[in-house]
Nanobody
Framework: QVQLVESGGGLVQPGGSLRLSCAAS????????MNWYRQAPGKERELVAT????????NYADSVKGRFTISRDNAKNTVYLQMNSLKPEDTAVYYC????????????WGQGTQVTVSS
């Protein structure tokens, strides 16, 4: 079982930056790939960024490539999402997700943190 708690959301002006954090409980954090998703009002949840369990590989949605950076600190059981050059269309609830496959899928979600980009 993994519990995830996001923080760092808020209101920011276009062009600004925010850093989201997701703190995980449990001793198996380093075995999970970690993902950030987002969901805007009236839209489906969208995968934004992913990082492998060891942090050796990352991947991004085209809409955020070059502006967002995902990273993790396995010693602190935390994954981050650095968001730069924010746009109004980045406004959404951002969710942290832990995923692992071992005979079956293990999939855990945080409660989400609101990011609003507006002047």
């Amino acid at each position: 079982q993994v519990q995830l708690v996001e923080s760092g959301g808020g209101l920011v002006q276009p062009g600004g930056s925010l850093r989201l954090s997701c703190a995980a409980s449990g001793s198996t954090f380093s075995m999970y790939a970690m993902n950030w998703y987002r969901q805007a009002p009236g839209k489906e949840r969208e995968l934004v960024a992913t990082i492998t369990s060891a942090g050796s590989s990352t991947n991004y949605a085209d809409s955020v490539k070059g502006r967002f950076t995902i990273s993790r600190d396995n010693a602190k059981n935390t994954v981050y999402l650095q968001m730069n050059s924010l746009k109004p269309e980045d406004t959404a609830v951002y969710y942290c997700n832990a995923f692992r496959w071992l005979l079956r899928s293990y999939n855990y979600w945080g409660q989400g943190t609101q990011v609003t980009v507006s002047s």
